[in-house]
């Protein structure tokens, strides 16, 4: 759906990014992870066809970014959508759907689909942050897009808003819609893509599952072990762990000791309630790739 390879872009003399590729396939859902002046913007400007890479190659499902071809297929959900406050939510999308020639009457449907359906009649200017990103969510889903490109979409949503949008991307993602998010909100990334992308100083310093971004750092894993009444000393002392909170035993490992640690807590047996394992958050994963050090 999208191809990107070794993307290039400077500013002024100012390199923006340096060689960047991956790719996002049909039904894919990417996280495009990154802090401030990483490349997020200018990548999805580059991709949207806004700006012009200075080399590389890219493709939407085929065609140049920015061309009728690639717009026909593509939305966009900027961070802070805007909108006519005079104008109602079903006015408002009404008017985006003649732009693109379709049926107005379609309005109510896609308001609803986002949550607006009670709100389709009042004015813009009375709505929430999170509302008007709503209005934005329901522009974007106009046409049915095979690739949806979205900066901080859940910006001033609350956490029901935010389940409710991510329920609505994983139907679109079900129907074979491509979506590259650019988020700072790690944990529900975390729990809600296929794939994390990560730049850090205009470089593509990771491309893979979490599951594979975790193997790859080997970072620490937690366990927590709930010791039975009257023997958490007698399991810290046993696991070489710390004890906290009066029943529980913490102890860090290395990816590869988890089984034999694991192993060690069974034997246990008795003296034990339950165990949990934590591995590393998207949070740290994040950290250890993007200050990696630059060749």
């Not at 379609?106 to 009375?126: C, H, P």
Request: hydrophobic share 45%; with cysteine; proline share 5%.
């Amino acid at each position: 759906m999208l191809r990107l390879a070794d993307v290039t872009k400077s500013f002024q003399g100012t390199p923006a990014l340096h060689g960047v590729g991956f790719t996002v396939a049909p039904g894919e859902r990417v996280a495009l992870l990154g802090h401030n002046g990483a490349g997020k913007s200018t990548l999805m400007k580059i991709i949207l066809g806004l700006i012009a890479a200075d080399a590389g190659r890219i493709s939407v499902m085929g065609a140049a970014p920015g061309s009728m071809g690639a717009r026909a297929v593509t939305a966009y959900l900027p961070e802070n959508a805007a909108f006519h406050p005079a104008l109602t939510g079903l006015e408002q999308i009404r008017y985006y759907l003649r732009l693109r020639g379709e049926d107005p009457k379609g309005a109510r449907t896609l308001l609803e689909k986002v949550g607006l359906g009670e709100a389709a009649r009042r004015r813009i200017g009375t709505y929430s942050k999170g509302m008007r990103q709503r209005v934005g969510l329901a522009q974007a889903l106009i046409g049915a897009p095979r690739l949806l490109v979205l900066d901080e979409p859940t910006s001033g949503l609350d956490p029901v808003s935010r389940r409710d949008f991510y329920a609505v991307l994983d139907d679109l993602a079900g129907r074979g819609a491509a979506i590259l998010l650019s988020s700072h909100a790690l944990t529900e990334v975390e729990a809600r893509t296929d794939r994390i992308v990560i730049l850090s100083g205009g470089r593509l310093m990771a491309d893979d599952t979490l599951a594979g971004l975790r193997r790859r750092a080997a970072l620490p894993i937690r366990l927590q072990v709930q010791a039975r009444p009257d023997t958490a000393d007698r399991v810290a002392a046993r696991l070489t762990g710390t004890r906290h909170n009066g029943v529980r035993v913490d102890l860090v490992c290395g990816p590869a000791d988890k089984l034999a640690r694991l192993g060690e807590i069974s034997a246990l047996g008795a003296l034990i309630d339950d165990v949990e394992v934590i591995p590393p958050s998207l949070e740290d994963i994040y950290s250890h790739f993007s200050q990696r050090d630059l060749p």
